[in-house]
C-alpha cells in the first residue's frame, strides 16, 4: 500500500450553488471510504473550496477509480488530481559519516 494524496477542483464554470445539492451525498460517501480505511486523512481546503484527501491505495490508477465514485464526479462538477507520495528518504543522508 502507497499513499496518494488526492485534491479536488470545481471544473471550469461550476459554482457552489450547483454543488451545494450533493454535499450530503458526497460527505456520506467519504465516510463510507473512511469506514473502510481507503481515506485516512480528509481536509478542507483553505486557499479555495475543495477537499484534500489521504489514501491508502497501491497506485494513483487505484486512487482515481475510487475518486470517479463520488457523487460530484459522476455529476461531472469536480475533478480530482493525484500525488503520490512515500517515505522522506533524503533523512538518511544526514547520517552519513562526515556530516557534522
Not at 485534491?7 to 451525498?25: H, I, N
Not at 475510487?66 to 459522476?74: A, C, E, G, M, R
Request: glycine share 8%; hydrophobic share 45%; aromatic share 12%.
Amino acid at each position: 500500500m502507497a499513499k496518494v494524496f488526492a485534491f479536488d477542483e470545481f471544473k471550469p464554470g461550476v459554482t457552489l450553488e450547483q454543488v451545494a445539492p450533493l454535499l450530503k451525498q458526497e460527505a456520506r460517501h467519504a465516510w463510507e471510504l473512511y469506514k473502510q480505511g481507503v481515506i485516512r486523512e480528509n481536509y478542507l481546503r483553505t486557499d479555495k473550496p475543495g477537499a484534500l484527501i489521504v489514501m491508502e491505495v497501491d497506485s494513483v490508477e487505484q486512487a482515481r477509480s475510487i475518486t470517479d465514485t463520488f457523487p460530484l464526479v459522476k455529476a461531472g462538477l469536480i475533478e480530482f488530481r493525484f500525488i503520490p507520495v512515500g517515505a522522506f528518504t533524503p533523512y538518511e543522508t544526514l547520517f552519513e559519516p562526515g556530516l557534522g
